[in-house]
């Protein structure tokens, strides 16, 4: 893992998630440490265009063929599944049959992303229907990686992320008005991991 410039930052939500995640990143202070890789199902150019008004960090609809930034944020178009490319951490799209009937699908991306960073991959889960991103949060545990929980409490739907925890996956649950700070309390100290190998 001594080539990987930034942290790997895997975000997935569904229903409720265009707030929720307008209000992380707008929370979420810019840093060039690690980049972020967003599935939002749903118009994935309307929660770009939203993010773009909230944060200072480049937003970028994922297109195929395209090598991560740090500091930049990408967001999963609505009919392809979004993957990272181990190695070269190059993003492709994947025409994949739905994952759960479900697209894009965060479990892809999530397992994308714990072959490409390994411990170094920070999965976030968030409001949402369903139970997409929690096998994939299962793998990215397993590789080593971190995995953030959002409280059910304060999500508008409380499915996706309360299926993470009833898993037993190894989880930090947090509230969504902690959710910026915590992910940043995990990507300097993963940093800090790769800048010492």
């Given amino acids: 893992m001594k080539s990987l410039p930034f942290v790997g930052v895997v975000m997935a939500a569904s229903t409720g998630g265009p707030g929720a995640l307008t209000k992380v990143f707008n929370m979420l202070a810019p840093t060039s ?27 970028n609809l994922a297109k195929d063929g395209v090598r991560a930034v740090p500091g930049e944020i990408y967001v999963a178009p609505g009919s392809r599944h979004l993957l990272i490319e181990s190695g070269s951490l190059t993003l492709r799209l994947a025409d994949n049959p739905p994952d759960g009937f479900i697209f894009p699908s965060a479990n892809l991306l999530f397992r994308s ?12 889960v968030m409001t949402g229907m369903g139970y997409d991103g929690s096998r994939g949060a299962a793998i990215v545990a397993a590789s080593g990686g971190v995995v953030i929980a959002q409280d059910p409490e304060t999500a508008g739907a409380r499915s996706m992320p ?15 008005e902690h959710i910026a700070e915590t992910i940043t309390r995990y990507v300097d100290r993963l940093f800090a991991e790769i800048d010492l190998l």
């Fill in 33 to 59: 440490r690690a980049t972020f890789f967003v599935v939002q199902h749903g118009p994935a150019w309307m929660l770009a265009q939203r993010l773009k008004r909230k944060t200072t960090m480049k937003v």
């Fill in 113 to 124: 992303a714990a072959k490409a960073f390994g411990r170094h991959c920070l999965a976030v």
């Fill in 162 to 176: 309360q299926t993470v925890i009833k898993m037993g996956i190894p989880t930090s649950v947090v509230a969504l």
